[in-house]
């Protein structure tokens, strides 16, 4: 009978500790987000300062991808951490994270620039904003298909920093202010660039 009464207290506790435990849900970067940050190692872009003449080149060597287990919104979601050689920025790295759940919206910083994306024109996100969307664009007598610009408010600053990223390329030009109280902009252009696929 003691026997008995122990396996049903262990029964109990289990069914209670089951039906507390809710599983997480598991977000995962969408494709079309992927296409603009997500690039294999071994890729590099070269970009010059348009005033200047300054080059400047960022290599990516190391990539990974992984399940993080964010606490703050209760949620797993899958984490790409990128590492980059690169002299002019002081950044260099890259991570993505899920910044809204309903809609869901990932966001990118990294070296290159600053990133979100799966939401229309005009959606503000993390101090940032979807400036606009161009069937094409022409840079320096070079044309881009499918390209995003976003604001991401520098906060403090005159200006803001805009960033212009094409499908399957990355960022294709910068304009970054060059201090809080400057009007002067440094417009990064992209000389040339190496998928690694």
């Not at 229309?120 to 070079?142: H, R």
């Amino acid at each position: 009978m003691k026997k008995n009464f122990y396996l049903f207290i262990l029964i109990i506790s289990i069914l209670c500790l089951a039906s507390s435990c809710k599983k997480r849900p598991t977000y995962y970067m969408p494709q079309e987000f992927k296409d603009y940050v997500d690039f294999p190692v071994g890729s590099y872009w070269v970009y010059e300062d348009s005033v200047s003449g300054i080059k400047d080149s960022i290599y990516l060597y190391g990539r990974n991808l992984t399940i993080y287990e964010c606490e703050y919104n209760y949620c797993n979601y899958e984490k790409l951490e990128q590492n980059f050689y690169c002299l002019y920025w002081q950044q260099c790295s890259g991570i993505s994270m899920v910044e809204e759940i309903d809609p869901l919206i990932y966001t990118y910083i990294g070296p290159s620039g600053y990133y979100f994306g799966d939401c229309n024109v005009g959606t503000n996100v993390y101090n940032g904003e979807y400036l606009a969307y161009y069937d094409s664009l022409n840079i320096n007598n070079k044309w881009y298909k499918e390209v995003k610009c976003f604001c991401r408010n520098n906060i403090g600053w005159n200006n803001d920093l805009i960033y212009y990223w094409a499908k399957d390329i990355g960022v294709i030009r910068k304009e970054e202010p060059t201090s809080p109280s400057s009007d002067t902009i440094l417009v990064w252009n992209l000389k040339s660039y190496h998928i690694n696929n």
